[in-house]
């Protein structure tokens, strides 16, 4: 039998309402100035929902601070046969203390399978995280975890504590955990990946911990743990603004190696100092991940050069079941050379129909476009292509090949090409615009240049 859910978007009417009888309910009191007061009522009427399975509060963009926080914990432990819960606090005031007591309270909630919190941009340090942590650790029917930790003031003392509830976690399948700018560091990253590493059940894993203060050994950490989540099938790691050079990529990939049931991955490490070496000890890794179908690696803004893009491109010729592949490669080092070779590597990923490709702001000339355009014509079964050479040094030759070799992709439907910033006047960049309609299958070209 499916619930009715009751929506409220006042707090009075709520207040007012058969408490009793609810079973899913949906309050919404987004920017309303809710305060401690208007928290501790609330709380007090959810207190008495004691049939409710499924709730989702929506409190963004208030004024709540630890007391309105310890207040709604209160009314949320009561809510014993919870089994849905959406707790969305972004924007608000609430500390350690108030983090505290929400996990304290929702250890309470021993039928809860699905669950989301959003704290994002409030005042929690360590002892909230770890606090928060250890109430999760009673939440052993968990199945389903969302965490939103971002823009806190969360060290490595809180990612551990945080870990260390997690483990307790046995029965988590899907979890994504979203901690970027904090202040979280080797030991942190490491110490949340011990504990994730006795999630064993874990199919679907998200971890944002971008700008941070991750470096080779927390990345090298948080890989190892990972290797043992041998039912990983979808991995979505986000590491980017943190100082991770080749040795943390190394170890990264080395784990990531062991992940042999993946067939999604997204890994985006921009912005940090990964140079040929880390590119090309991640390339490696990545091979032994033969069901990979779906592929999101971003390595823009590194010290990347051919050496490391044309081991890492080699690699990734052994990921032959891939169908969709997005490489940024942007700001990096990449020249002529490695531009024309990428091409032969991708045309062997035989399955391959999706494909991005971000090579811009690099140093490639005509050379590396005319070898690139004519080695991705073997790429037989591409459909879809956005191809970024903004801001490199193709001139009109280039360009034309370009043009020439996009006309023979066979069963090319869809292609978005930059070509912006480059040596190109209107009248050459309106006759590459010709060659590509040339292609007998395009039904959508979208060209980006600026004359």
Known sequence: MIQQIKKYYNLEEFLSSSLQSHQALHIDLINRNINDECSLSLGSGLAKCINLSNLKLQLHYNLIGDEGALGLGFGLAKCTNLSNLKLLLRENEIGDEGTSGLGSALEKCINLSNLKINLCINQIGDEGASGLGSGLANC????????????????????????????????????????????IGDEGASGLGSGLANCINLSNLTLLLGKNQIGDEGASGLGTALANCINLSILKLILDKNPIGDKGTLGLGSALANCINLSNLTLVL??????????????????????????????????????????????????????????????????????????????????????????????????????????????????????????????????????????????????????????????????????????????????????
């Open 140 to 183: 052993i029917n968990l199945s389903n975890l969302t965490l939103y930790l971002s823009h806190n003031q969360i060290g490595d003392e809180g990612a551990s504590g945080l870990g260390s509830g997690l483990a307790k976690c046995i029965n988590l399948s899907n979890l994504r955990i979203i901690l970027h700018h904090n202040q």
């Open 270 to 451: 921009f912005r940090n100092q990964i140079g040929d070496e880390g590119a090309s000890g991640l390339g490696s890794a990545l091979a032994n991940c033969i069901n990979l179908s779906i592929l999101i690696l971003g390595l823009n803004q590194n010290q990347i050069g051919d050496k490391g893009t044309s081991c890492l491109g080699s690699s990734l010729a052994n990921c032959i079941n891939l169908s969709n592949l997005t490489l940024f490669l942007s700001e990096n080092q990449i020249g002529d050379e490695i531009a024309s070779s990428l091409g032969p590597v991708l045309a062997n990923c035989i399955n391959l129909s999706n494909l991005t490709l971000d090579l811009s702001q690099n140093q490639i000339g005509d050379e590396g476009a005319s070898g690139l355009g004519t080695a991705l014509a073997n790429c037989i079964n591409l459909s879809n292509l956005a191809l970024c050479l903004y801001g490199n040094q193709i001139g009109e030759e280039g360009a034309s090949n370009l043009g020439s070799a996009i006309k023979n992709w066979i069963n090319l439907s869809n292609l978005t090409l930059d070509l912006n910033d480059n040596p190109l006047n209107k009248s050459q960049a309106l006759k590459v615009n010709l060659k590509c309609l040339k292609s007998k299958r395009l039904v959508v070209f979208s060209e980006q240049f600026n004359y």
